[in-house]
């Protein structure tokens, strides 16, 4: 767990601290994670296995006149990194997921719940800063990656424009 991000700079007691709250949680191949829209308190480390992360595309059918939705893959996460997903509830009040997640063969998942997360930074304040801020660093950096997705996908649209297709 030393080797996760969101764990760098804590001490080997802060660090015994947070693996009292992790739990694990097991799925099989197309076994949903969590599923966008749903209430959800809770984020995920990834330990073992393969996890996609799709998010809805809703898409109008102008000869038919109706929706399509489809889900769009955002990434397909490995645990080599230890990625976290989920981690944005803990900074909203309406706990409902941005994405769905869905395992790819069997997947293993650490659990942290946000109540008893929140509960141990407010007594351990230092320790809820180093946590607090290497989450920002997480969040910072897929921030930094969406903002050039959108730029990528805004100058090829206006390229597309220009060209009139």
Do not use: C
């Not at 141990?120 to 897929?142: C, E, H, K, Q």
């Amino acid at each position: 767990m030393k080797r996760l991000r969101l764990f760098n700079g804590l001490n080997q007691a802060e660090l015994e601290g947070i693996l009292k709250l992790i739990s694990l949680r097991k799925f099989k191949n197309g076994e949903f994670i969590a599923r966008e829209g749903e209430a959800g308190s809770e984020m995920f480390i990834l330990l073992e296995g393969t996890m996609e992360v799709t998010q809805k595309l809703t898409l109008f059918d102008s000869d038919s006149r109706d929706f399509d939705n489809r889900d769009k893959m955002l990434i397909r996460l490995n645990p080599d990194s230890r990625p976290i997903v989920g981690e944005m509830m803990l900074f909203e009040d309406e706990h409902t997921r941005s994405a769905t997640m869905k395992a790819l063969g069997n997947v293993i998942v650490g659990v942290i719940k946000k109540e008893s997360l929140l509960n141990l930074v407010r007594d351990n304040p230092n320790l809820g800063y180093t946590i607090f801020y290497n989450i920002g660093l997480v969040l910072s950096a897929r921030l930094r990656k969406a903002n050039e997705d959108i730029l990528k996908l805004t100058t090829a649209f206006s390229l597309a424009l220009e060209r009139g297709w």
